[in-house]
């Protein structure tokens, strides 16, 4: 078991930054891929961005590569995503999960955190 925590949500004009931090407890984090995903209102759920457990590889999806970066410290238990350039379209709840592989699909994730809400302002 892993618990989840996301924090660093908040409101932003459109062309500002927020950073995403997800704290990780339980068993031990290294041996968890990450992965970021969001749900806008009246929308499925979406993948943002993984991460592998050695931090060798990353994913991110069309929408936000280039200006989102995902990133661990497997030495804190944490797993960040730093998003530049925020435009409108990337208000949403963004969660954090958890797996044993890296994965991109929001069906292969076992554990999630309860969100946090992103909102940007035109």
């Known amino acids: 078991q892993v618990q989840l925590v996301e924090s660093g949500g908040g409101l932003v004009q459109a062309g500002g930054s927020l950073r995403l931090s997800c704290a990780a407890s339980?068993?031990?984090?290294?041996?968890?891929?990450m992965g970021w995903f969001r749900q806008a209102p009246g929308k499925e759920r979406e993948f943002v961005a993984a991460?592998?457990?050695?931090?060798?590889?990353?994913y991110y999806s069309d929408s936000v590569k280039g200006r989102f970066t995902i990133s661990r410290d497997n030495a804190k238990n944490t797993v960040y995503l730093q998003m530049n350039s925020l435009k409108p379209e990337d208000t949403a709840v963004y969660y954090c999960?958890?797996?044993?592989?890296?994965?991109?699909?929001?069906?292969?994730?076992?554990?999630w955190g309860q969100g946090t809400q992103v909102t940007v302002s035109s």
């Open positions: 999960a958890a797996r044993l592989a890296v994965a991109v699909t929001t069906n292969a994730y076992n554990y």
């Open positions: 339980g068993r031990t984090f290294s041996s968890y891929a």
């Open positions: 991460i592998s457990r050695s931090v060798s590889t990353t």
